[in-house]
């Protein structure tokens, strides 16, 4: 299993960075690209430095260099997370306009009927933003927002993340014991 993460510049980046821990613990293969606001928000939002985000990552590469393995769908990648994944960026990916990496592997993904999961976040949601969402959602992009649960009764923000995290990997079948499942409790 070998899975592209994109962090782009959302608030939640938390989600990435909690997305690369487990991946790593699982000795999942994961290639990193993060945009220039998302740095930027690990530095706002959480007690990380944008180097132990990347140190958890197999392989990253600069959001500007498209000339990187995952520019190309010649690379052989299962599929790609992003979380979160700004506004911004989802209307780059749903209008085909591959100015960073994060898009241009997405965009790739997509191409090569990969599984694309954006962990979007933006609230209240736009008509702009809702359209974008359909027209991924219909060429099979899992639009997969970071909504909280409250039936198992999360006590701390990292059950929350963990629970979003969770939710990611499942669509890529990848066994974890991040939320209790619904009967389990
Ligand atoms: C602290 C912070 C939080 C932000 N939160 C969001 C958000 O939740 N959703 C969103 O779409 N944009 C958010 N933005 C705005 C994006 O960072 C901005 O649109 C940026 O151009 C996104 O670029 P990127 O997708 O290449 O990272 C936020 C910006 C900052 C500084």
Redesign the pocket.
């Known amino acids: 299993m070998k899975l592209i993460i994109g962090i782009?510049?959302?608030?939640?980046v938390i989600y990435g960075i909690r997305m690369l821990e487990v991946l790593k613990k699982l000795n999942i293969e994961t290639h990193l690209v993060m945009?220039?606001?998302?740095e930027?928000?690990i530095t706002?939002?959480t007690e990380h430095a944008p180097d132990y985000v990347k140190s958890l990552a197999t392989s990253v590469s600069d959001?500007k260099n498209m000339a990187a393995s995952v520019s190309s769908g010649t690379h052989r990648i299962n599929g790609m997370i992003v979380a979160?994944?700004?506004?911004?960026?989802?209307s780059?990916i749903a209008n085909g306009y591959d100015d960073?990496l994060?898009a241009r592997a997405a965009g790739v993904t997509i191409k090569e009927s990969r599984k694309l999961i954006l962990m979007?976040?933006?609230?209240p949601l736009s008509a702009i933003h809702l359209e974008n969402m359909l027209k991924l959602s219909r060429l099979n992009v899992i639009i997969l927002p970071p909504v909280t649960e409250f039936y198992t009764k999360p006590k701390t923000i990292e059950d929350i993340v963990n629970h979003g995290v969770g939710k990611c990997l499942d669509q890529f079948d990848i066994d974890h014991d991040l939320y209790p499942r619904w009967g389990s409790f």
Not at 35 to 38: D, F, I, L, R, Y
Not at 120 to 123: C, F, I, L, N, S
């Open positions: 782009t510049g959302s608030t939640g945009s220039e606001w998302g930027k928000c706002m939002e959001e979160p994944c700004s506004m911004k960026t989802l780059a960073t994060v979007v976040r933006e609230t």
